[in-house]
């Protein structure tokens, strides 16, 4: 599964690299969890937390369905 998550996450990398950030995985649990860091621009950017919820996780979810959730750590 983290294959595919990492094939996921590189149709989320560009947008995010547009604004000087980008996301890094850090692990993806066996129940669903994907973990990530943020960085650059979107490390502590105040919108961090729905970039997270209302892009990175949405695009997981669709691409990979095992995808229960995204934390940023």
């Not at 983290?2 to 993806?28: I, N, Y």
Request: aromatic letters at 0%; glycine letters at 8%; one cysteine or more.
């Amino acid at each position: 599964m983290r294959e595919k998550v990492e094939e996921a996450l590189k149709k989320v990398r560009p947008s995010l690299q547009m604004d000087g950030g980008d996301v890094e995985l850090v692990e993806v649990t066996k129940d669903g969890v994907v973990k990530v860091k943020l960085k650059g621009a979107c490390g502590h950017c105040p919108m961090s937390q729905m970039t997270l919820k209302m892009g990175i996780e949405q695009v997981l979810k669709e691409e990979v369905p095992e995808v229960k959730e995204v934390v940023a750590i």
